[in-house]
């Protein structure tokens, strides 16, 4: 019991001990802090531009240097704000800078007075580095710019598209400066990955803008994308030939008078399909000398068939009196 009463007794002790070793270590700290605070120094720091002001109608473009070296003397704890983060200085377009026909020039003669008032009256501008900055700009354009799928879409055996794939919005605005929207001829999406499809499509595809320079600003950041799909089956038909570009003065016979053309459509467009929606035809005038068969063309189709193929490569012909 003595025992266990002395052993707590000298934890207390040596815990008592450590809290006010630590506290003479924090006041010590602190006053060195508070010394070190209460000295004038003098320091150089950079600053990131904030443009303030611009003129509607006109966008800065990013071709410049974007900071200033500014070196302020000031006691410790006024510059102890500007060691914490990265500071910021606003230059105001409507009163601190002069334009040329492509160009927004700052110089320090003219904006001191502007940069002045964004600091503590006790804080000392030394030197500003450097001593004038360039921005360049453009008018205002908008650009109605096509929207590009990118995609890799496979389908279940026996599945495909009925019509092509529908994106809404299909094409998106583009404001920015006219020399950025001249080279901007597509927007793409994200790639767009989908696996043994067998029923329709609706997603919506997010536009791959992160590329493109950051002054521009687009109406959509996104588009939607639908699609109906729909069991396939094959069919085949027999379409008669025509032979075109005879001269009159040739009594021509071919054969066979029809060849199988197969394709692939809808179960629900299939029985809308007939005969006459094709059309076959031997050019005569693409006879090459000694060649004596015709090359059949298909040159009309349905819109709803697709992978349509003649099943016959040559149609014979003969010339009679």
């Known amino acids: 019991m003595i025992n266990t009463i002395k052993t707590k007794l000298l934890s207390f002790i040596r815990t008592k001990k450590i809290n006010i070793f630590l506290l003479f270590l924090v006041l010590s700290f602190g006053i060195l802090l508070l010394t070190k605070l209460s000295k004038s120094y003098t320091n150089t720091f950079t600053f990131n531009i904030a443009k303030t002001n611009i003129p509607e109608e006109q966008v800065v473009l990013n071709d410049s240097s974007q900071v200033l070296e500014i070196t302020m003397k000031a006691y410790g704890f006024e510059l102890l704000q500007y060691h914490l983060s990265?500071?910021?200085?606003?230059?105001?377009?409507?009163?601190?800078?002069?334009?040329?026909?492509?160009?927004?020039?700052?110089?320090?003669?003219?904006?001191?007075a502007s940069l002045h008032k964004q600091f503590n009256k006790n804080i000392e501008l030394v030197n500003i580095v450097p001593d004038s900055l360039w921005f360049s700009y453009d008018?205002?354009?908008?650009?109605?710019?096509?929207?590009?799928?990118?995609?890799?879409?496979?389908?279940?055996?026996?599945?495909?598209?009925?019509?092509?794939?529908?994106?809404?919005?299909?094409?998106?605005?583009?404001?920015?400066?006219?020399?950025?929207?001249?080279?901007?001829?597509?927007?793409?999406?994200?790639?767009?990955?989908?696996?043994?499809?067998?029923?329709?499509?609706?997603?919506?595809?997010?536009?791959?803008?992160?590329?493109?320079?950051?002054?521009?600003?687009?109406?959509?950041k996104e588009t939607m994308l639908s699609a109906v799909v729909e069991k396939y089956t094959e069919g085949t038909l027999p379409i008669p030939v025509q032979v075109i570009n005879v001269p009159i003065d040739i009594n021509l016979k071919h054969f066979p008078k029809s060849v199988n053309v197969s394709y692939y459509t809808s179960l629900a467009n299939f029985n809308d399909i007939h005969v006459a929606d094709f059309k076959v035809v031997c050019d005569y005038s693409k006879l090459v000398e000694g060649q004596t068969s015709l090359i059949p063309e298909l040159v009309k189709k349905p819109e709803f068939a697709k992978y349509c193929k003649l099943k016959q490569e040559f149609v014979e012909f003969i010339i009679t009196e």
């Open 86 to 112: 990265k500071p910021t200085i606003k230059i105001d377009f409507s009163t601190d800078i002069d334009q040329t026909d492509s160009l927004y020039i700052w110089s320090k003669n003219k904006g001191f």
């Open 139 to 220: 008018v205002y354009d908008v650009k109605n710019v096509p929207i590009e799928l990118v995609s890799n879409i496979s389908y279940s055996p026996g599945y495909n598209l009925t019509d092509k794939v529908v994106l809404e919005p299909d094409s998106i605005r583009v404001i920015g400066a006219k020399s950025l929207l001249d080279n901007i001829k597509t927007i793409k999406t994200d790639t767009i990955t989908l696996s043994n499809v067998n029923q329709n499509i609706t997603k919506r595809v997010v536009l791959k803008l992160e590329d493109f320079d950051k002054d521009l600003k687009f109406s959509n």
